[in-house]
């Protein structure tokens, strides 16, 4: 009993004894490998409604919550066992309806990583992020207010099992992955996963300092084909272009064009595309201003066809490292709703947002 609390000791010594920084806090280290824990909360007091209008009438119901509500609580350890290869495990409590409880545990990230030729080749195996939304986070740096469009219409998945290998050479950078496609939420096994194999792509440059430009395709059937039934096959195309300077600002454009078929027929059974800028700039050590204008389009409905307009705009204050806070607004009106013509959905959330991390 002595011995176990001895080395319970320890660790916890090692752990507040470590300086805190990006991407954890070292627990452990014996030279060859190491062990770093971190974990990131959002958390935000907001005023939510939504106004709903529908025919005949029109009928307008409106909803409307004020809460304080933990958005996501990530808690992660990754181990690296040379400076080659590493593993990362990390949980994921988030709010999904219909599952019985207010708040549920996910595994999010369960992968290993290792460098087949240094920086140009790098092996994931295992549930792990997708190529393109953690990389366009990186650069939004406001996940914790909204996601990027491509993650907030629902286009592609943040997380998901399968295998990939990434690279950089040069001002070149890819990554390419093949998954299941069921989503990291509803990961199955090889007694239950379907046949459909999802092949997502990412392909980009910074030809200079602060420019990039990337190109994303989506190729699968995101779970839904299985040895009995077709499914639905997407193909998917997103272009983005950014140009920004460090931590002082970044602005942004992206392009979705989205195309649904089914596999037994061949017909389309949707087509959206989708456009969004947005930028974010500090104009002091601690204060900052964000924003974000989206819209997306029903093309497959020749009238009638659904369309969503949405922005969001904030300011942030940092009190801390580690710590952001912000005063947002966000707004999303969308028109034509399920293809009925002239029913409306408004919805508006504002209030406190924040993040913190270790």
Known sequence: MKQIIKSAAVIAACAFATPVFAGGVTIANDGTSKLKLEGTVYVGTTDYRVEKSVAPAPLTQTTRTRSTSLDRAYLGVKYYFDDNWMMRITSDVNNEKGLGKSQQVFLKYAYLEGKLAGKAAVLRLGQSHTPWIDYEQGLWKHRYVSKVMSDQFGYDSSSELGIGL??????????????????????????????????????????????????????????????????????????????????????GANYIADKKTTDATGLPVNKTDAVALWGWANFADNMGAFARLETQKDKLAVINGQKTNRYVLGLEYNPAKHINLSLAYDDAKVTNLAGVANDTQRTRRYGLFSQFTF
């Open 166 to 251: 990434k690279g950089d050479i040069d001002m070149f950078h890819y990554w390419v992955t093949m998954t299941d496609g069921n989503s990291y939420s509803s990961a199955k096994t090889y007694k239950t996963a379907g046949t459909g194999e999802d092949l997502s792509v990412r392909l980009g440059v910074t030809p200079i300092e602060g420019l990039t430009i990337d190109l994303q395709l989506i190729n699968g059937f995101n779970g839904t084909k299985t040895s009995t039934t077709a499914g639905t096959k997407q193909a998917f195309t997103q272009f983005m272009v950014t140009y920004g300077m460090g931590n002082d600002f970044r602005v």
